[in-house]
Each structure stands twice: as structure tokens, then as C-alpha cells.
């Protein structure tokens, strides 16, 4: 039985060190619901004075999302869930446009939406423990990565999808995981 606060503790000294990363694969953290922590590339970059600033096309973007991935797997294993198991999350990653923009008032959020961002979620859902699962259009944007086909995975309106899960024998670590896997979607 873990309580409240052991999940917090481990859920805050985990995405501790996922913060500490994001700047350094240059990142941008969306947002965190619950177990899952949500970044993007091609978002955002700094201006010739520092500044924040949109930008409308990263041709890096995948290779940074994907650094980041690997580096969390990593970071992952150096943490221990409240039950004393290793940590082992699910990665999805998916490439495309999307709608971005600070919604609400009370506590306003920046938010993405559209179908990337919906195509991502579907990445993370059905990838395995420990895994990255990229949808065929990331996998295109990445080709000096090794690859295993998956068969592809049914989406609602668009069919079956390519994807394939990022072939390293580092993910392949068995153990137990969290009850709701942690996931990143880009």
C-alpha cells in the first residue's frame, strides 16, 4: 500500500530531474497531469537577446525529443518507485503541426492542441514499459536510429499507423511499473 504522499514525493523528486534536462535538449515542458509529463521541440527558442520566441519549423526538433526521451529513460532508472521496483515508462512520440496558445483565465495554461497532439497520446498509450514508440512520422525524421516495426497501431479516422519502437538493449530492463505508466508525448 503506497500512500498519498510517497506517490508525490516520487512523482516530484522524478520530474525533478526531468526539469533539470529540459533546457539542456532545449525542450519545452507543456505540462504534467498526474503521471504523465508532457514536452514538445520546435515549439519555442531563445532570440538573439534571450528572449522566448515562437518558431514555426525545427528541422531538430525529433532529434531533441528523442534525446530527451533516452535521457529520461536513464534518469528513470535511477529512481525507485515508492514499492522499492525500478521505474519504467512508456515514451510516445509523434511529429506534425499543432495549435498552440495560453487558454483560461483563473489560472491560465498554455496549451496544445490538434491531431499531433492527439496522435502522440495514442504513441504513449500503446508503447511497452521502458520503450520509445514513434509513429512513422517521427521514425522518418530519425533514420540513423534503429528501428523495430510494430505492425502498426489502429487510430480512430486514420486506420493503422506505422510505428516503430526505438531498438536499444538498454530498454529492455524487465521490473515492475508504476499502476498508470509514466508516458511523454511530443
Not at 53 to 70: N, S, Y
Not at 104 to 113: E, K, Q, T
Request: aromatic share 8%.
Amino acid at each position: 500500500q503506497v500512500t498519498p504522499l510517497e506517490v508525490m514525493t516520487f512523482l516530484n523528486q522524478l520530474y525533478s530531474r526531468f526539469d533539470a534536462m529540459l533546457d539542456i535538449y532545449r525542450v519545452y515542458k507543456v505540462e504534467t497531469i498526474g503521471d504523465c509529463f508532457m514536452v514538445a521541440g520546435g515549439l519555442v527558442a531563445q532570440d538573439e537577446e534571450g528572449w522566448k520566441t515562437t518558431i514555426t519549423h525545427d528541422q531538430l526538433h525529433a532529434v531533441r525529443v528523442l534525446a530527451f526521451a533516452k535521457a529520461m529513460l536513464r534518469e528513470a532508472r535511477k529512481v525507485q518507485l515508492p514499492t522499492g521496483g525500478p521505474v519504467l515508462m512508456r515514451v510516445g512520440m509523434h511529429s506534425g503541426p499543432v495549435m498552440s496558445g495560453v487558454v483560461g483565465s483563473r489560472m491560465p495554461r498554455f496549451c496544445l492542441f490538434g491531431d499531433t497532439v492527439n496522435t502522440a497520446s495514442r504513441m504513449e498509450s500503446t508503447s511497452k514499459p521502458g520503450r520509445i514508440h514513434v509513429s512513422g512520422d517521427t521514425q522518418a525524421l530519425l533514420p540513423n536510429e534503429r528501428w523495430e516495426p510494430t505492425g502498426g497501431v489502429q487510430v480512430k479516422g486514420k486506420g493503422v499507423l506505422p510505428t516503430y519502437l526505438w531498438a536499444s538493449d538498454a530498454c529492455e530492463e524487465k521490473g515492475e511499473q508504476l499502476q498508470r505508466v509514466l508516458g511523454v508525448y511530443l
